[in-house]
């Protein structure tokens, strides 16, 4: 499993505030689900794995839909190829079924956790600092 805990340290920074604090929140989800998966979903009711799960979706929309913006006017060479990037991971966070997670809830959630660790920190240091370092 790639270990990564979602700790924020400026060697992740893009340089630009507004998507350092987005990346911030993605991280401060990931560790939401990191605690669920911790405590192996003791205390956690289904609603609040949904809700979880919803706010990832939400957020990444947000964020993608923003740093698209930002990339259209930085680099619109490269921004179809980061579009890309982007539609690849929104699909995969689609991908988790609801009724998968409300019946094995811990299940789900390793595999986000470790599909989070693998794709949110290698796309920020690599794809992301790419457009904006
Ligand atoms: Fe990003
Ligand atoms: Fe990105």
């Known amino acids: ?22 990346h911030k929140e993605l991280f401060k989800i990931a560790r939401d689900i990191e ?3 911790l405590i192996r979903c003791y205390g956690i009711t289904s609603e609040m794995v949904i809700q979880v799960l919803a706010k990832l979706r939400e957020y990444t929309t947000y964020h993608f ?35 998968k997670l409300k019946k094995s809830p811990n ?13 949110l920190f290698e796309h920020i240091v690599i794809e992301d600092k790419k457009v904006f370092k």
């Open 65 to 99: 839909y923003f740093e698209e913006l930002f990339i259209r006017q930085m680099d619109p060479q490269y921004l179809k190829e980061h579009q890309e990037k982007h539609k690849k991971f929104r699909n995969i966070i689609l991908s988790f079924n609801n009724d």
């Open 1 to 22: 499993m790639f270990d990564f805990k979602f700790d924020w340290d400026e060697s992740i920074s893009v340089g630009v505030e507004e998507i350092d604090e987005q």
């Open 107 to 119: 299940e789900v959630l390793v595999e986000i956790g470790d599909f989070l660790k693998r794709w």
């Open 35 to 37: 605690q669920m998966v």
